[in-house]
Each structure stands twice: as C-alpha cells, then as structure tokens.
C-alpha cells in the first residue's frame, strides 16, 4: 500500500513553523508497513489544495491530511476535498454531534461561529477529536483513503492513533494485526555507527522494522514488528531487542525507549535514594533534566549551580588550596565539589560536574570539551574525566549533563541490593 | 516569481528525522519576494526523484533541493538531476577542486570514496561548501534553476546565505536589490493575538513583510523589506519595527530579536551588575538559559535549586516559621529565598522563583500554573504572583522561567543609571 502525507498552511509553506507532524505520521505509517512515498506541503490556496488531493487521488492508497480545518476563511480542506471527488459539502450531523459533546465538558454551547467546522465533503465520516473544537474525516478522493486531521500536533497525535491506524487496518483487513514495538535509548555512539552495527537486524529478523530517532545526544532505537500472530511476534521482538542491545553494549541506558532522567529516577526510587548536585559547566541543566520528572520532589534534594570560585568555596566547601593548586577544572576539585554538595544536601548521592563548554576558555592540556565529573556516596567518590569533541556551548552541556548522568546510573545499578 | 522546496532522503521520508531544512529555506526565499508554492519530501529512490525534479522544472522558476549528494549508492540527486533534464553526469573539475581546498583544510588528499561527489549533471555549476565534503550545484531542469545542496542543516544553512540568495538576486537581475530585517521578540501574548495586532501592517507599509516565528514560550516578529532604494528601505523598515513595537506594548522584550537570556546579559554588563538564582518550580531552567550564553561566568555568580524545604532553609536561611505559615510557594517564602540567595552569592541581584509546576501538586487556593517570583536588590525586594493556564509541567517550568526572567529585565532597565 501506497501511502501520502499532505501538509497544508501558509505559516508552513513559508517557513513560519517546522513540520514535525509529517514525521510523526509517517512513522506511525511505516510502522504498519504502509510506504510513504512522498510528502506535500502546500499553502492555503484553493486551486493548489485541490491539484494536489487530485493528484493523491490518482497515485496512493492511503493519505493523511493536516490543517485547514479550522473555522475561519482560510480553512479549505473540506472544500478542496469535496471539489477534488467532485461533490458537494453538506451540514455533517454526527460532526456536529462530536463538536457539541466537546464543548459540553466545559458547559459550552457550541459557538456559531465554529458551525463552518460540521460542513464536510458529502460521504464523509467525521473522526472525533477529544482535545479541540474541529472534527477530522475519513473520504475517499480517487482510488485514495484521505484521513483528514487538523494541523495541531497534540489533537493530530492523539487522533491518529485512536482512530486513523485502527481504521486503516479494518480497512485493509487487518483488524487482528497487532504492532508492536521495543524502543532502547543510547547515549555515546554517533548514529553512523549504530547504523553500522545493527545492519545484520533486517536478515536475521525479517519480521521486524529497525527505525531511528536521534535527539541529540541521545539516540532511540525503535524496533517494530505487525502482524497477526501475536505469540510469534512477541518472541521475534524480544529475539531482536536482545540482540540490538547486545550489539550496541553498556552504550544503551533504557531497554523501555526512557529518557535518562526518567531512568535515573526509577532507579533512585528502586533504591530509597536521594540525590544532590553541584553543576559548574552544565550550568543547571542537569537539575532541569531530573526536575522535569513528575514527582522528583521526592528524591531531587538540592544542586547548586556553583560557577564562581567563590560560590564552590563558600555554598560546597571546595578549599582555596584545591582550587590554587589543580584548577575549576580538576579531578581533585570535582571530588570535593561532589562530597560537598552530598554533605549540605544530605543526600544519599552527590552529583557534580566541572568543565570547559566553550566556546573559548580553552587551554592546552585542558581543551574546549573537556569535563570532569564526580559521584560522592556514603562508601566512596569516584571521579572521571572525558572529552567531547565538540566546540559549542550547548553541545557540550548536553553531552556533559548525559555523561554525568550516565556514570550516576552505572553507579546505581551497582549500588542496587 | 514561483519557488519549490525538495528534501530527500528515506530518513525524512520515513519519519525518522524532521526536516527542518524546509522552513529554513521557505523563509529565506518568502524574504526576497518568491512565493513558494510547495514543498516536497521523497525517499532515496530514483524513479520517484525524477518524476518530481521533471514536474518542479516545468511548474517552478526557483527550486531549492537538499540531501543525496554524499558518495554513497543511496545519494542520488546529480544522476536523477541529470535524467530529468536529459544530460550525462561528467566529473566537474571546479567541483573536485572545492573538495580538495576542504581536505587541505586537514592536510588531506580527498578519499577516493568521495570522488563520487564531483560527478554533476553536463553543465552543472558547483557552490562551495565551506563545512563539509559534498559541493553543491546549480542546474537547470525545464524552466527552472535549481539549486542542490547537501542535507546537513549547518552545511545547507551556510550555502544558502552565501551562495543561492545572491545566485538568485543576479539572476533575476536584482544584484543591487538589499535585503534589510528587523526582529522583535516577544512573551506573554498568544499567536493569534500578535496576528490581531499586526493585522494593519501590510497596509501601512506595503513593502513589509510580516513574518513570524514562535518558540514557545517567546515569539518573533519578523520584518523584511526588500529592493534597490536602500536609503528608503532604512526608513520605510524602522517606521514599520517602531509601529510593530508600539501594538505589542510592552510584551517586547528585545528590539532585534535576541533571545531573553541575551537581553538579560547585556543589561547586567551594562549595569555592571552580578546575580544570584534560587530556583524551586523552575528546577535549574533560569540557570541552564544563564549559562547558556558565552561569558555568563562574568556576572552568574551562583544558582541553588532548592527544591526540598530543607534546602531552602539551610542553604538559603528560609526560616522555619514563614514556611509553616504560608508555605513554599508564597510571597512571604520568595522573598526570603530572592534576599537570601542574593546575600550568599555577594551578588548584587537576587532572582528567585517558587510554584507548581504541574502536572499534580495543585490546591483549590494554589492551582498548578502558580508562580512566585521574587526579585531582591539592595533597595528592595518586589514579590509577584502569576498564573499560567498550562497544566502541563515542562510548558510550565518554560513559561515561569521566561516570566521570571523578564520581571528581572524590566528591573534591570529601571536600574539603568
């Protein structure tokens, strides 16, 4: 099966706004073996809208459309579809129906205004919309399937999945098809390389698809695999995941696709843990990463964002010699910026990073990219120095504050009784 | 005049990768007045490429094509070039020629695996990429003149300024055509109201082009004019940048689009002035923005994220009593925590922001989106409390960061003597 994806909306036509809908769609599409041989984006004008779902009509089997379903003049999916298969539009009741029952979570009538939205192509079928006010469709342009979502991400993301995938496989016969997935997340190898090693994945296991998703520093790997039997797939999958893991090594930190900071926290949890950080050089984003964990209150006690000399000596204790003698930047500053923060936080783990991001600050024996790190607990205070070959700010804290975070992970494993 | 966009490669087309790349470009075309009409995304395969390169050189004047010029089988933008319009592919001399200037770069001999990227469509000029190994090309398919570039955004981006926009500019005749920009960035108005509020610039400066750009939660409104008559343009862009300035009030908060890390930077140099961070809500985002600028270690002394109540009486001397009476988040506590963290730090400001992040936490009296912040100078301290409609903790944490920040941007220009 032949699959399209048709962005409209001048605000991405011109450059505005990034398409992240088109792949996110075309992931979940390929995930069902459906092959997305294009995408298309155009602007809201009405001639282009209804050349291109002409076009759609002839060539795919399967399309999915986003935006212009709003209720203003410049929302023109409905009409171009209905002009593209050569009917009319009519008052669509069950669209209106959904629309009320949106409004009435908030004790709202529907606004007249938003009646523009229950208009659709004649034999169209409305698709509920659970977060916004504009019902989707299904309706067939050409020999085509057209699912037609609005250009939200977060209304697109959840209708997709609840209603367009569902109904594609019914349509195609599948409604005993089952997807599904493995996600592992790795931080440390570029993704040439993991490329590289898992080119064996596709022959061993033909069953499943191998996909990518890099999120810098870090990278997912998705393993999926669809079909009808269940029991057979699950033990495919499982084959593949264990040997997708077994080829990438102790670089994968999440066997479940989690983040690291989701990671590190059910690990803390595991462990009746808690956690202080001194950051100099990540400057407080690894507080931010473990923060943005729900419930991290129970476990993320305190860091301090020491930059200065002078908040290392006076908030973590560092002494004046350490500093004099070895430099920010040293193995023996960041053990005692690390036992320090343990000590003020009283936390079971102190976390402390010290190092050069750029894009100057350089030196010879201690370039842009160099960063220590140390992990302070009750028995002992380990203490690491690695390089990034990067010269950028952000770059590098990102890859410090994943580093840091990674060897606190190895440690709590080791740690787990 | 009509402009198309092309991006390549199965990784895009499979959802893999976001292709940022197209905005990029439909920006920067949008600017010097080619309206472009669609964008499309195929896969790494060469039927398909043809088809599309043969359509876009019969309906477009401009195409700009990114991906499938590296030296492996599945990089197949010159020979699907060269099909389209009918030429042989030839090695090009001047394209070999660039490759050999990057390796010397290395004291390198170009590989004989990337020999490959010299091989151009008969008749293609090449364009010098100055970070990478694959040169670019220009070639015309049908009526169109098509600029190819490699799919690496940092290489792409840096080709297109240099090389495809004054490449376009001569060749419609227009070498003396300037193009000026102003940018303004904003926070704290929703997309749709900027819209409503600009809507009367066409109008009043039609030779302004209202572009915009929303990085959630900041916004940029972006202003182009573009011709020969540079003097007039001067004026004509200023007088729209003052009226665009004037309708979003004091949401503004930077006259040439920097960010509000930026802004804040710079008035802190220029009032010679230090800061000093208590994060609770927030978890270190303050921070991580701070120091995200090269040269915040001048005037960051230190941040505590104290997110334990402990922490924010032992580390921040938050006593024990304000904390029982009112609580953490709170006018009484943040005060405590914006003075304490300013007298810790010896800094001359002190920031400090307490609330609830979401996505549970919340009271009927403090629902989540409540915010605290707290800004302590030698003067005085100003306490303020905000509500944000999100529930969602990450748009929270930015939302209150922003919000933050700009209470202290605005304190700071008071300040300014």
Known sequence: MIGEILSTGDEICQGSVIDSNSAHIAYLLNEIGIAVTRHTCVGDDMDGLIKILSDIGKHADIAVITGGLGPTVDDLSAAAAAKAAGVELEFNNEAFLFMEEYFAKFSRKVPGSDNKQAVLPSGAVPIVNSCGTAPGFIFNIGRCRCYFLPGVPKEMEKMISRSVIPDILAYRGDEKS???????????????????????????????????????????????????????????IEKAAQWTAEQLGDKVFSLDGRSME?????????????????????????????????????????????????????????????????????????REMADGVRRISGASYGLATSGIAGPSGGMDEKPVGTVCVGISTKDETAVYTFHSPFKERLSNKQIFAICALDLLRKQLLKDIT
Not at 274 to 294: D, F, K
């Open 178 to 236: 089952v997807t599904l997935r493995k996600e592992l997340s790795l931080f440390g190898l570029p993704e040439a390389l993991v490329n590289e090693k898992l080119k064996g994945l596709d022959a061993m296991f033909p069953g499943v698809k191998l996909g990518m998703l890099a999120r810098f520093p870090v990278i997912t790997v998705k393993l999926t695999a669809a079909g009808i039997d269940k029991t057979g797939l699950v033990h495919e």
């Open 262 to 334: 989701a990671e590190i926290a059910s690990l803390l949890v595991k462990n009746k843990a808690t956690i202080g950080v001194a950051e100099s050089c990540t400057g407080g984003l690894i507080s931010h990463l473990l923060t943005n964990v729900a419930g991290s209150s129970d476990y993320f006690l305190f860091s301090g964002v020491t930059y200065s000399n002078d908040a290392k000596k006076s908030i973590l204790g560092v002494s004046e010699e350490t500093l004099q003698a070895y430099g920010a930047v040293s193995e023996e500053t960041i």
